[in-house]
């Protein structure tokens, strides 16, 4: 069984098949169908926005669908980026631009604590659904250090570890980050399912 992916972003898209990839799931991107609309964003939680996302995907397919909703939460700033991670700053910002958007807000921020939250939804054509959380606690660095990722990563230094999530490899992030838990656990739910029935 093929599943689509409902991002079009593609840090989130290279992430998810590298992950994916190790569980034998066969995956397409919403740009290989020809699937171009976009989707508005309504929810109030990352959760929300990624059933609607996949929700919608499945429908325009006839596939599984998998979403991704994901953000920065700094503890300082009281939740931000938090649901506006990608847009944080204005839209018209690139990934650079909006950490250093977000470095400024923090200038002379001694509690630097924050954490990256992504929420997996997978949507069958039967109207069955898959959730799966992932979680990477960490602080916010005071300079942007790394090449490696995209969006927050060059900011972001995860527990433990003395370098940004954008001075690791790809495999090292994947191992420890929120998308690589929730990944995880989404494909273990899937091995418990009856696929023959989702479809």
Known sequence: MKFVLATANPGKIKEMREILSKFNIDIVT???????????ETGSTFLENATLKAKAIS??????????????????????????S????????????????????????????AKFVCNIVCVFPDGKCLTATGECNGSIAKKLCGSSGFGYDPVFLPVGSDVTTAQLSSAEKNAISHRGIALREFAKLLSDINLEKCV
């Open 30 to 40: 919403r740009d290989e169908l020809g699937i171009t609309f976009d989707i508005e």
């Open 59 to 84: 429908a325009a397919s006839d596939m599984p669908a998998i979403a991704d909703d994901s953000g920065l939460v700094v503890d300082a700033l009281g939740g931000e980026p938090g649901l506006y």
């Open 86 to 113: 990608s847009t944080y700053g204005g839209v018209e910002l690139t990934d650079e631009e909006r950490c250093l958007y977000l470095l400024r807000k923090m200038e002379n921020v001694e509690q630097r604590s």
